[in-house]
Nanobody, 116 residues
């Protein structure tokens, strides 16, 4: 069973930056890693994803170039660099991984709060 180790998140002022990390326990069995987020009273939405074999990336429409997802091969982790954060980015961010075989796996989630 693959599991995900998440880190990062916290509180930052508007315009600030945060970085999230998500490390699958076995990257060789993973095809895609990414994040969804859910804000209070809102639907879950895709933030970003990266395909592990070829590093192809995708982003939610709201990102508008503010976030960058990348792969840290030294740490076998996906990184989500979030810049120019806005109060509306406040949400619980959930890392996920799509294994090459089997159902999607979810992390426990990490709180991101953007507030002055």
């Amino acid at each position: 069973q693959i599991h995900l180790v998440e880190s990062g998140g916290g509180m930052v002022q508007p315009g600030g930056s945060l970085q999230l990390s998500c490390a699958p326990s076995d990257v060789n069995r993973v095809h895609t890693v990414g994040w969804f987020r859910r804000a209070p009273g809102k639907e879950r939405e895709l933030v970003a994803f990266i395909e592990w074999p070829n590093a192809f990336t995708g982003y939610g429409d709201f990102v508008n170039g503010r976030f960058t997802i990348s792969r840290d091969d030294a740490k076998n982790a996906a990184l989500l660099q979030m810049n120019s954060l806005k109060p509306e980015d406040t949400a619980v961010y959930y890392c996920y991984a799509d294994p090459k075989v089997g159902p999607r796996i979810w992390g426990q989630g990490t709180q991101v709060t953007v507030s002055s």
